[in-house]
Structures are given as structure tokens and as C-alpha cells.
């Protein structure tokens, strides 16, 4: 006969079977919770990833992150009003945002930031000191911006609505630059944006996405051969600058294993690419290693594809993506 459970009365209140709650206490974390939750950890809709992108370029950057408990901002660079608008006609509630994460202090992904904030005064600011302080000194941004701000450090994780987030160092020519590594479910979605070059440590997160976002800033003859001046030519070219689109093929081109489903390329230049081209120099690379490409709309093909390829709009949101296990 099975052991009757073990229960604690109080006057008028509910009667709690406590031996459930002490075989809970064997089970992973994951499941722990979403059992508290109602939500069985293996049910495939309880371990969702939402993305979306609400433009990417030197007009402005802002993507959100996010899964059933809450989400992310990453990025301040497209007007606040936009960006609330897309998130409601997607079903997410502002209050279940928790907060902006900053890759770095260029205007183009700061801009909006303090007028989220100011819009949404439950969420916070997660930068590193040395952006806060670059954001201040750089654009004139009100000083209030620091009741919100969460320090964070690189290599150092932190948990946001059930995603562990990793800031990693990337060079740039920003106060402080960095990249993300957001991992829920067992996968990883990762956000490169603004780097001259790929790093080691920068490599060691990369090289561990399922959906991965990587700049695809320029085509060298566009550049080469288009209008800006010599110096800002040479600054975009270097270490501290951009990548460029055959860097970016050649880099994914050798990480690519069969866990990374999405490539998302980002931050591309008005005047010195197109979705064309960035798209022909990875597509082409990754068709030497024999994977085949997907355009990440869903259809019969892409879904026989082994992983998807998008390049993010400059000026519009993309669809909102669901990223399942």
C-alpha cells in the first residue's frame, strides 16, 4: 500500500502534501521550475526562443531575446516607440522586458535607450561600467540613466528570465565592446555585432551557437572603390573596425557544425554592401561544406535545409522568429 502523504494543516488554509515537494527536490532545476510553474519541462512549447530584429546598421541596432518567462532588448538604437509597437503586435508585454543589454556606446545603439528606460521604469540597464561611462561622456545623456543601470562583467554570467547571459570581449573602436552568449534550454543564441576581427574568445562562443547573429559589415571592392575618404576607409579595415563579407564566410565556413541552425547577418552598410552579396559570399563558402542553405521562411525546402541564412534588414523588424528544441 502506498505511504499516505505527509501534510500540514492551518486553520482555514490549503492542505500541502509535502512529500511532493521533497521529490521535487531530486529533479533538475529546469524542470523543478516548470513543474512549480504548471509547465512540463519536456513540452516542447514551454522551451521556446523568440527573436526578433527591429533593425540592424549604422541607423540604428535593437533585437529582443527572449522565452516564456520573460525577455531581453539588445541594443537601443531604433526609436522606443517602434520597438514597443512591434513587441504588442507580437504578444509581449512590456512589463515581461526585462531590461537592455548594451554591446557597446556607439550612438546607433544607445540612442533610445534612456527613453525606454523612462517609458518602462521596471527594466534595467546591463552594461559594464566602462559603457555607462562612455555613454555619458560621449552623447549627453541624462545622468538619471544610472538608477538604472546593472553593472556587469565580461566572462561573468547572470540570469535574466531563465537565460544565463554571457558577455564576451570583441574588438571594436566603442568605449568597451562586447558580445552576447544567451543560453536557455541547452542552446545558445549568440549576438556578434561591430568587430573588426574574430577572437579567440570571441571563437570559443561562436563556435558554440544554434542561432548565431555575425556582422557582415562591407564588400571590399564596394569599399574600396566607393566614396568615403581614405581614413574612414582605413579605420573601418582594421582589427577595431568591421568584418567584412569573405571574412565572415571564411570564419563560418570553418565553425560550422550541425548544431548551428540560424545565421543571422547583421549590421550591414548602406553604401558599401548589399543583402546580395553578403548573402552569395556565405551561402557559397558553406555550399563548400556541403550544408545546405536555407532562406529561414519556413518553407518545404528550408525545412530539408541544414541550417537557415537571413540577412537582417537595415530600416524594417524582421519577422518574429520561434526557435524550438
Not at 538619471?144 to 571594436?172: G, L, N, Q, S
Not at 568591421?242 to 547577418?265: G, R, S
Request: with cysteine; aromatic share 10%.
Amino acid at each position: 500500500m502506498a505511504k499516505k502523504p505527509t501534510v500540514i494543516k492551518f486553520q482555514g488554509q490549503m492542505e500541502i502534501p509535502f512529500e511532493e515537494f521533497a521529490a521535487e527536490a531530486n529533479v533538475a532545476p529546469i524542470t523543478k521550475l516548470a513543474a512549480r510553474r504548471g509547465a512540463p519541462a519536456d513540452n516542447p512549447a514551454t522551451r521556446v526562443i523568440n527573436y526578433i530584429s527591429f533593425g540592424s546598421g549604422s541607423s540604428g541596432n535593437c533585437s529582443y531575446v527572449g522565452t516564456r518567462y520573460g525577455g531581453i532588448l539588445i541594443d537601443a538604437g531604433v526609436k522606443a516607440d517602434d520597438v514597443m509597437l512591434q513587441l504588442k503586435a507580437n504578444g509581449v508585454r512590456m512589463e515581461n522586458v526585462k531590461g537592455i543589454l548594451l554591446t557597446h556606446d556607439h550612438g546607433d545603439h544607445i540612442k533610445y535607450a534612456y527613453t525606454l528606460l523612462r517609458a518602462n521604469k521596471h527594466m534595467r540597464l546591463f552594461c559594464t561600467l566602462r559603457v555607462l561611462n562612455g555613454l555619458l561622456r560621449r552623447h549627453g545623456v541624462s545622468k538619471r540613466i544610472k538608477d538604472y543601470h546593472v553593472p556587469i562583467f565580461k566572462e561573468t554570467p547572470f540570469r535574466i528570465a531563465e537565460m544565463e547571459i554571457t558577455a564576451f570581449d570583441v574588438p571594436h573602436d566603442g568605449t568597451d565592446n562586447m558580445g552576447f552568449s544567451i543560453s536557455y534550454d541547452n542552446r545558445n543564441f549568440v549576438i556578434a555585432t561591430d568587430l573588426g576581427a574574430v577572437t579567440e574568445r570571441a571563437r570559443y562562443y561562436m563556435s558554440r551557437a544554434n542561432y548565431l547573429v555575425i556582422e557582415a559589415n562591407y564588400d571590399l571592392q564596394m569599399l574600396l572603390f566607393g566614396p568615403y575618404p581614405e581614413y574612414l576607409k582605413s579605420r573601418i579595415r582594421t582589427d577595431h573596425g568591421h568584418l567584412d563579407n569573405t571574412d565572415t564566410a571564411a570564419f563560418l565556413k570553418e565553425i560550422y557544425t550541425e548544431n548551428l541552425k540560424y545565421v543571422f547577418l547583421c549590421h550591414l552598410s548602406k553604401d558599401n554592401n548589399t543583402p546580395a552579396k553578403a548573402l552569395k559570399a556565405v551561402r557559397t563558402a558553406l555550399e563548400e561544406r556541403g550544408v545546405r542553405i536555407g532562406d529561414g521562411e519556413e518553407t518545404i525546402l528550408d525545412r530539408e535545409s541544414d541550417l537557415q541564412l537571413v540577412a537582417l534588414p537595415r530600416f524594417e523588424p524582421t519577422r518574429w522568429y520561434v526557435f524550438r528544441p
